[in-house]
């Protein structure tokens, strides 16, 4: 159905990189950071926090836990023992450079890069004369959790994440390149990626990553470079999965098949999300940019399938991804139980690189519906208000009499597994350039937050845009655009998912309210009927100076019910509210939430309440709350109250209760005796 | 605490044969099948029912399933493949044999005994000259679950079931002879066991079975054969336990660590009862024999030490052990869940056959009331009251909605893996010799039920007992004894557990009752005191033709509470009354059960109800029950009358709801939306 958009030829396009020549790209490109500003009351805060709070934060976390020291020992600056229990703990200091360079490309700040430098200068003294650059066998750190002994290379496959480390060095270090225009880890990384690529390859020793993430990071190092090698090893790599047999595999237990890292089957003959989630994201992600670069309808075949099996089955309302928690991954299709639920953030955060690729890929808005719904819930779930607390799983339920030793009820500063958030630091600054994008001849508007842009065409003509709008409390988005001279081009404004009938493409949910209200459309005050071209609504005609484009979309409170399929929800509904998901905490609804029955029949409210959780809009209403009697001997039924938040906003005020499914009537109760601690 | 009984000269019992010598053996010996009668109205129907029902219906479905041809095969009498999964497939005929064994000193049935020496003849004629009898590798059977090779004795560790079927085997031997004097299937044994004694052992080669059960059956072997090679060859095969590494060990993974079959530690050193329950059980067992044997402190501390483990923290009050699916095994201490309770039914015949050895060896009263316990409850509640309907998995609770792929809730005729049916026609015809014992120069009165017995003491004296009771229903028991001449010897009458305050030893159980009522003693009519040794009344005195005992036992409904560690039974009650545990069945409780509360203060009455399923007393009484309400937006609760019928007894009246235990108030309810399938 879906052509294949690099048969037109595109404009290269590295992220956050200027067009530069004709080879072969995405159809789409992204706007860089530097040409993207921010002005929204929902995304501005929440940048401006990562920066000032998050960031530094990570930093000291990292330092106080000896991830940089464990550079300087490897060094042989300083003596000691690697600090900490992984061998990827190399990677957090990557992500938090990939990080500060984004933050750096919106927003100059001396010391944060002076910071950077250091840190850059710690990472490279570490290297070896020869590119090699993992500190915990340069340490030689028998200690570790999957520690795999100190030769170079072996257990990759079983968890060294020595490919993993190099990875996030390649995409920090293009960042940091890219923000600052530095070269030292720039060329570290170069010569970490040579001494790979001459160690592997046809003809040389073969293996497939044990967590995906280098195959994106050459391709990276590829778009600054040009150098065609690391997008030949990428593909190596990726085509190394699923080669190697298992002879005692258990179907049921990913990690006997080789699934559990997407190493089962040859990606070309994958065709569901299965494994860990986060090392599928970044398969998924480098596959998809290998057929950008450089075509493989076999490779795009398997991503459509998978897609569609994730989306379709294995997709949580709040955009999480990874059901189980055993191996941090895809069960079942339609196995998306809500207590247990793994929902790690760090596969949230890939699930948007993933579809943002997917995207630039197709120009369909399908993938820009699943970024956003993931993008404003349960990805921005995994970080507190204060900025400085994170959920590494994202629970869709808390009750109190349910406990689970793998699943988070309240943030914690840090873990000693830091993936989620140094993932986080490197996600946030970066949203700016998931607003636009470009290609087609024209701009895509993709989410709608307070902005301005600018965009350059051929001819040196350019089009600065100024975005206006409350989103997401509010559905009225302005556009202005001011052309450098007027001229014709395609305006794609996305038609968000969430106007229904399904939030997301496929039938894993859908709103009781089957009717589908189109957002409303004026230029220059007119209102005009627009060509819809793969979910965005698109006008064409010469633009001018000034030019106000007003977009209107319908905000209202939705009742979303789950395929039948889904055993947990059977029954249940949750709410949503344009692209914000929400659900019932404790503090809001009488101490409980486990308790409450949400008929379809009450009336529901909305307000905005500035004051809460740094002011949210709120849905309200009555709602049939069930209680013990004091006797134990009955039980009573009570009016009350009934406020559900955004789901984001939730675990922020004190532990308790949370549901985001809640029963829409009662069909049996099952009688707990007394509280389980 | 407890004496080295073995310090005792004692007699040599083997399993109903006749004391014969001075060596070595357990202090305690059982009375032989063939010296009791059993005329009781509770077991005698069950026995009776074995014998004409559920031994043939076993053998058929032996047949039908091709158990027999796989004989035929191996004897090229017949072509064709191995028929079945499973490579333990022999030991069902096997268990077939001894189960028949005991039905015939039972019970003279010649058209049985007609078949059965048929059975052992294709048996027989599988044999190879060397001994080797193991059809799923004489029939080279690659089709198999858990199929290793047609290499002999290869892989037992991982699962061959090679030892497992020879014990087997060798136990059905040994009963067969018992029985009929036959020597053809223990010749066959013999031949077998040496082969193996031939193969394996100091300065020979090196194994542990893995799935226990040649150890006790080479112990019985001895017992007939005084060999003392059969007993070496046991203590061999049990101190190879634990011997071997793991590196990949994952604690909480018996697998592997070898724990699942009690091999991740030497027998000695373990302290708990881990891993596979059936295995763990013959592994007691045989060590057990071999304390009495041979004398071995160090077994006896390490079964010590296991035995309070298991009754103490992992033993359900149905007399189930077992609590975890995955691995047919032992949970953690209190890890005790109902609705996934999996309790297999030859898990609690292996707790039979361990305790009766464990009372053999101490005298002590509180391994027969866990006997009793598991024997009159999650033993029997293996078969249904037709017979011919077997539970592999004894639940505790089942609720509507709520369904689990291990587990059963309705009783199946046959299983593809039918150890526990063929285990059931081995255990029932062998519940008289539970009944009495004799050691330490008198007569035990271990359990209660209508009999008569012989007894013999030296000086070619005898006891003739009668013992005439409406046990389990209620509680007088009277015992009329007949010595060939009046002598002096101590009376033995066990003083159940379940008097009070705990059902069995340790404080997992109590009675909410904790007075305990000490059974009343008369003897020809005048109330005696009595010394208490070991959980035993004794009354020595000299016996004369005629003399009268009558034991009164309290038989009152008890409120049965679980420690506060057994999670899924905190703030609930369960109903026991004398050796029976009650539950509450869908069909007497207008439908449910889950929904009811048994209130503290209900008062609960009894009444014994010949119509209903063979007879059984129930318990009775006024209950609140809750409901949703029509429209699903509110509860209600209302009284209704409330019965609980024996657990043994449940499952034969269709599917539906069951609860062992019971709220006693609601605390808090968890809504269910709607009914999930």
Redesign the interface.
């Known amino acids: 159905m879906r052509l294949l958009p690099f048969l037109v030829a595109g404009l290269l396009c590295c992220t956050l990189e200027p067009a530069v020549s004709q080879q072969r790209d995405y159809a789409i490109r992204p706007l860089p950071l530097t040409a993207v500003h921010l002005s929204d009351g929902f995304w501005a805060p929440i940048i401006a926090r990562d920066h000032t709070r998050t960031l530094p934060h990570a930093l000291s976390e990292c330092a106080k836990e000896g991830r940089m020291t464990n550079f300087d020992i490897a060094a042989n600056r300083t003596k000691g023992k690697f600090c900490g229990i992984y061998p990827f703990d190399d990677s957090d200091i990557y992500k938090a450079i990939e990080g500060a360079s984004y933050s750096l490309m919106d927003q100059p700040d001396a010391a944060l890069e002076k910071t950077m430098d250091s840190v850059i200068a710690l990472v490279t003294a570490a290297q070896r004369p020869d590119g090699y650059l993992y500190t915990a066998r340069e340490t030689n750190a028998p200690n570790l959790v999957n520690w795999m002994g100190p030769e170079r290379w072996v257990n990759e496959r079983n968890g060294s994440h020595e490919f993993y480390d190099a990875g996030h060095l390649y995409e920090a270090a293009v960042a940091y390149y890219q923000a600052t225009g530095k070269r030292s880890l720039l060329d570290a990384a170069i010569r970490n990626a040579d001494l790979i690529a001459s160690t592997f390859g046809p003809g040389k020793r073969a293996i497939a990553s044990g967590h995906e993430e280098i195959e994106v990071g050459l391709v990276k190092l590829y778009g600054v470079t040009h150098d065609e090698k690391y997008l030949r090893l990428a593909r190596f790599l990726v085509n190394q999965r699923g080669t190697i047999s298992h002879p005692d595999a258990n179907p049921d237990d990913p990690y006997s098949t080789g699934a559990y890292s997407q190493d089962d089957t040859p990606v070309v003959d994958q065709t569901t999300a299965e494994g860990h989630a986060v090392r599928a994201m970044y398969l998924y992600s480098a596959m998809t940019d290998l057929v950008a670069m450089q075509g493989d309808s076999a490779y795009l075949h398997a991503l459509d399938l998978i897609w569609d099996n994730m989306v379709h089955t294995k997709y949580y309302i709040t955009g999480g991804i990874g059901a189980i928690g055993n191996w941090e991954g895809f069960g079942r299709n339609y196995q998306l139980p809500d207590r247990t639920a793994y929902c790690e953030t760090c596969a949230a955060i890939g699930c948007v690189l993933w579809n943002e690729r997917m995207f630039r890929l197709t120009g369909d808005a399908k993938y820009v519906n699943v970024l956003e719904q993931t993008l404003y819930n349960g990805l921005i779930s995994g970080i507190s208000l204060d900025g400085m607390n994170f959920f590494y799983t994202n629970t869709l339920e808390v ?1 109190k ?1 349910f406990v689970h030793p793998d699943l988070e009820r309240t943030r914690s500063p840090w873990f000693p597994c830091s993936c989620c958030p140094t993932n986080i630091i490197r996600l946030i600054p970066a949203i700016p350039g998931l607003i636009y994008a470009q290609g087609n001849g024209g701009i895509y508007v993709n989410l709608f937050a307070g902005s301005d842009a600018t965009f350059s065409f051929p001819g040196n003509r350019t089009v600065k845009l100024i975005q206006q709008t409350g989103y997401p409390w509010t559905g009225r988005v302005t556009l202005i655009l001011y052309p450098s001279a007027s001229f014709s081009f395609p305006f794609f404004l996305r038609i968000p998912g969430w106007v229904g009938p399904h939030p997301v493409d496929g039938d894993l949910y859908h709103y009781t309210d089957s009717s589908t209200a189109l957002p409303g459309l004026k230029v220059n005050g007119q209102a005009v009927p627009y060509e819809m071209v793969k979910g965005f609504a698109v006008i064409r005609r010469q633009w001018k100076k000034g030019d106000q484009v007003e977009w209107d979309l319908p905000m209202q409170i939705k009742r979303v019910l789950a395929n039948e399929q889904v ?1 947990d929800d ?3 509904v949750a709410l949503q509210r344009g692209p914000i998901l929400y659900c019932a905490e404790w503090t809001d609804n009488g101490g409980r939430t ?2 409450i ?1 949400l ?1 379809d029949a009450a009336s529901l409210q909305t307000e905005f309440r500035p004051d809460l959780l740094g002011g949210v809009q709120v849905i309200t209403g009555t709602v ?1 709350a ?1 209680k ?2 004091t ?7 009570a009016s009350q109250p009934f406020t559900a938040i955004p789901y984001y906003a939730w675990a922020n005020r004190g532990p308790g209760e949370m549901t985001v499914w809640l ?14 601690p």
């Open positions: 009750r009499d055993r059977r029954g249940k486990s308790n029955i008929p049939p069930l013990a009697s006797d134990g001997l009955s039980l009573e039924t029963p829409r009537q009662v069909h049996d109760v099952e009688i707990i005796a007394r509280n389980r």
